[in-house]
């Protein structure tokens, strides 16, 4: 009886001791596979990263090539009104009035601008005079040559700035020196535009009351000539070409309107280990 009892205590020892080996065997395959899942889901989550940046990336260079063909475009517009503000402040026709006679031969063309006045005769002769006494000239003429110079020196200024502030020139140091220089060119800009805008409309505005007042003669009245409307159009280039510029500066995160930030937590092997070790403590 006792040769019995012990050989059923010594069968529970190998069934607990085989039990040991077999749940060990268990928790060993459970934390392999654990880690295979968690080492599958960093390396889905990397290159899930991976695909985001390099969309980001592309993103951005043709966030910058659109940004440099439009910096150029508002530039060539920056040269057109750059050019035709000069004209418009040398050109003599701001106002133009044309008196014919009886005869042909006494048709003359009265043109009158901010430097002289002009007078073109049917015959083919042409004579100017200058304006040599500002005092002696209305206020509007005044402040019109004193707008129209300022407009002239800004703009030509800022076409120097943005020269060296463009992303397709290799001028001004790193990007953050010519992102400063070219909204400076772009603020040049704006102002030259208006500073051209002012005395155009004055002058614009000048002309027609005085073409409506019923007092004045009829040949003392004039019409808006070619320089008023050459003035409007330069101004209204700058102030597009300004606007375009300052615009086309500004800092923005590009990448964050399509791809939103996120938080990419990849699970660490001390996690792995840790988790192992908690399991075999169990069994």
Avoid at 77 to 86: E, K, N
Avoid at 160 to 187: E, Q
């Amino acid at each position: 009886m006792q040769f019995y009892m012990r050989r059923d205590s010594s069968s529970q020892e190998k069934l607990l001791f085989f039990q040991d080996i077999y749940s060990e065997e268990n928790s060993s395959d459970f934390t392999s596979s654990k880690g295979y899942s968690l080492g599958y889901e960093a390396t889905n989550q990397l290159h899930t990263f991976t695909r985001e940046k390099r969309a980001d990336k592309r993103l951005q260079q043709i966030i910058i090539m659109a940004s440099a063909s439009l910096q150029f475009f508002a530039f060539i517009l920056a040269l057109f009104g750059v050019f035709g503000d000069i004209t418009a402040t040398l050109l003599p026709n701001w106002k133009v009035n044309a008196d014919v006679g009886s005869n042909i031969i006494t048709a003359i063309t009265q043109m009158q601008g901010l430097w002289m006045d002009c007078t073109w005769y049917s015959t083919g002769m042409f004579s100017c005079t200058l304006k040599y006494s500002v005092l002696s000239l209305p206020v509007y003429i005044q402040a019109a040559r004193t707008t129209m110079v300022l407009s002239c020196i800004l703009s030509a200024f800022g076409i120097c700035i943005t020269t060296v502030g463009m992303k397709c020139t290799k001028l001004g140091g790193d990007a953050n020196s010519k992102s400063h220089a070219c909204f400076a060119g772009g603020v040049c800009f704006i102002l030259g535009g208006i500073f051209g805008l002012v005395p155009t409309s004055w002058y614009t505005r000048e002309i027609i009351s005085n073409f409506l007042d019923q007092t004045i003669p009829e040949s003392s009245k004039h019409e808006p000539g070619g320089a008023v409307y050459t003035g409007f159009i330069s101004a209204g280039f700058l102030l597009i070409a300004g606007v375009i510029f300052c615009t086309s500066c500004l800092k923005k995160q590009h990448g964050a309107w399509i791809y939103p930030s996120k938080q990419h937590h990849f699970p660490s092997t001390d996690q792995e280990s840790n988790t192992g070790y908690n399991l075999k403590d169990y069994v």
